[in-house]
């Protein structure tokens, strides 16, 4: 007998041996794998500070064109329009009553208009501040400063 004779009768009995289990008998499935996660990474971007600078103004603002105002101190509020404009309503006098309470009053006149000059702002407390004039403000972009 040839030496490699057991060696080919091995490998003959396996390839006829049933390569599914038969019906009836628990069979048994091996996965195996590796899972890829791409995360694109993008940089941070370096908060920019903005410095509003005062330009000369209108006489009024159209108060359906305000969505919101800041508060500044006790000498002005700032008042953003739709659309991102700002202006500045400076008093004619401090008002010292606007930081007491959260918020203040504008009433326009019946031309719709909020005017310096003319219109005032209550504040919560009761207190009514006049506004001298406004003054329209321009974001000035500082480049931020390298470490």
Same mark, same amino acid.
């Given at each position: ?16 041996? +049933?390569?599914?289990?038969? @019906? ?33 103004? +209108? %006489? ?26 700002? @202006?500045?309503?400076? @008093? ?14 504008? %009433? ?30 321009? +974001?000035?972009?500082?480049? +931020?400063?390298?470490?």
């Amino acid at each position: 007998m040839h030496p490699s004779a057991p060696l080919l009768m091995l490998l003959a009995t396996a390839a006829s041996a +049933p390569l599914a289990p038969a @019906f009836g008998e628990p069979g048994q499935t091996s996965l195996t794998g590796r899972i890829v996660v791409r995360v694109e990474t993008t940089m941070r971007a370096v908060p920019v500070a903005v410095r509003w600078v005062e330009k000369s103004g +209108p %006489k009024c603002v159209p108060i359906g064109q305000l969505a919101g105002a800041i508060v500044n101190g006790t000498d002005s509020v700032d008042l953003v329009l739709k659309g991102g404009a700002r @202006f500045r309503a400076q @008093f004619d006098d401090d008002c010292a009553a606007l930081g007491y309470y959260g918020g203040f009053y504008l %009433k326009s006149a019946s031309d719709g208009q909020v005017c310096a000059g003319r219109d005032t702002i209550r504040t919560r407390s009761g207190d009514s501040c006049s506004i001298g004039k406004f003054k329209r403000l321009i +974001p000035k972009v500082e480049k +931020p400063r390298k470490p």
